[in-house]
């Protein structure tokens, strides 16, 4: 049973930054494909930005590369997701999702796992 566990949320300025986490159990993190999604005020989960089991191929939303940058630590069984630059747009409960595949996906349904999810909130 893979379980994921988001942490790091929290209320934040316009401009400034974020680490989130996603802590791993069950299951070795290099064997998933991780993903971070957003829900916000739209209530879809959008796509933010993914990496693969090597940490060698990511991918993001287009308009996130450069302020979001996307990172796994396989020994610690932990992903994460650095915000900088943050705007009130970014207001969102982020979640993350895992995979068992080779190839990345940009959809919520091929995701089988889910953490709990972390809100982040940013004022202006």
């Known amino acids: 049973q893979v379980q994921l566990v988001e942490s790091g949320g929290e209320v934040v300025q316009a401009g400034g930054s974020l680490r989130l986490a996603c802590t791993v159990s069950g299951r070795p993190l290099s064997d998933l494909y991780m993903a971070w999604f957003r829900q916000g005020a739209s209530k879809e989960r959008d796509f933010v930005a993914a990496i693969s089991g090597s940490g060698q191929t990511t991918g993001y939303k287009n308009g996130l590369k450069g302020r979001f940058t996307i990172a796994r630590d396989n020994a610690k069984n932990t992903l994460y997701l650095l915000m900088t630059s943050l705007e009130p747009e970014d207001t969102a409960v982020y979640y993350c999702?895992?995979?068992?595949?080779?190839?990345?996906?940009?959809?919520?349904?091929?995701?089988?796992?889910w953490g709990q999810g972390t809100q982040v909130t940013v004022s202006s």
């Open positions: 999702a895992a995979r068992a595949a080779l190839v990345m996906s940009n959809k919520p349904n091929d995701y089988r796992y």
